[in-house]
């Protein structure tokens, strides 16, 4: 079961764990407490299912530590999942009422802000991921142009799916878990750039590609999420002309940040900026499927390319 954290007002934080991970909780100076003292095996099986054993078990943890009064339910699990247990306790322990918080949770409240050792941890993840980025391009340019398409030694063409399947392995050598690698072949840049079922597409000369990289460091478990877009060959002079476009609304929105300034309000300038050079956004149109459709946040950098006739 995932980590569970119970905290009694006026006491301290208690970390439920099971008898293999003691150790860890000696090591660490933690107050927990063996799940199978709250639970034992025998009725864990005989549970009708992994539902219905996370609902008892949470049933009686409530009961065994004395739990009663107002009570707050903060989690990162699966939805249905945490929708069938919490119903099912809220049932079986009419002595508590759950409240809940309208304006975050706990986890947004903590993601707030920053410290030092998490921003370098940051920095850590995204810096890798930079790195998968830059072996995907020195991949892409060790291929030959054949025709319009870039071609293997074998000669077979390369996919979308191929480098995809590189960037598995370059982020399993870099320490990077849960690898998520999207990208798609951008003609005309009206695709989504996340977009799935793409693998068996070609790479083509003069056709832009997004590359949308956001893993996990597996030490640390902070994420970063990086997207650039690249051009085989010469960049036609209409992707030429939006990497501008782009780079120089990015400029204004560093420009317009500012401490305890709203991103909301940065978006907008940057929406305003596109509108008036005819782009359609989704400040003035919330149907718009063409133009700056994103909210601020990613940046798509352009690098052009050149590669061996």
Do not use: W
């Not at 989690?75 to 079986?92: A, D, I, P, T, W």
């Not at 949308?212 to 999420?225: N, Q, V």
């Amino acid at each position: 079961m995932h980590p569970v954290l119970v905290k009694k007002r006026g006491e301290g934080i208690r970390v439920l764990h099971n008898s293999m991970e003691r150790g860890e909780i000696e090591k660490y100076g933690l107050n927990g407490i063996d799940t199978e003292q709250i639970m034992t095996r025998k009725e864990q099986q005989e549970a009708a299912g992994q539902l219905e054993r996370m609902a008892a078990f949470h049933v009686k943890l409530i009961r065994s530590l004395g739990i009663a009064g107002r009570v707050a339910f903060h989690g990162v699990g699966n939805m249905h999942s945490s929708y069938f247990v919490l119903q099912k306790v809220f049932r079986e322990c009419p002595e508590i009422e759950p409240i809940l918080e309208e304006n975050g949770s706990i986890f947004q409240s903590l993601r707030l802000t920053k410290d030092i050792r998490e921003l370098e941890m940051i920095r850590e993840v995204t810096q890798k991921t930079c790195l998968v980025i830059e072996s995907l391009l020195s991949l892409a340019g060790k291929h030959r142009i054949d025709g319009n398409i870039l071609a293997g030694d074998d000669d077979a063409p390369l996919t979308l799916g191929d480098l995809r399947k590189y960037a598995y392995v370059r982020m399993a050598e870099l320490g990077l878990t849960s690898p998520m690698c999207q990208s798609s072949p951008q003609g005309g840049m009206q695709e989504s750039p996340i977009a799935r079922g793409m693998t068996l597409l070609l790479l083509k000369l003069e056709k832009p590609v997004i590359l949308d990289i956001f893993p996990r460091c597996s030490r640390t478990g902070y994420m970063a999420d990086v997207t650039r877009t690249f051009c085989i060959g010469r960049a036609p002079d209409r992707v030429r002309s939006m990497f501008d476009l782009v780079r120089e609304a990015l400029q204004l929105a560093i420009s317009e940040v500012e401490i305890g300034k709203s991103v909301a309000l940065v978006d907008g300038k940057v929406s305003e900026f596109f509108e008036a050079r005819g782009i359609p956004t989704l400040h003035n149109d919330s149907s718009s499927r063409e133009g700056y459709v994103h909210s601020l946040g990613t940046e798509s950098g352009l690098n052009y390319m050149s590669f061996p006739g």
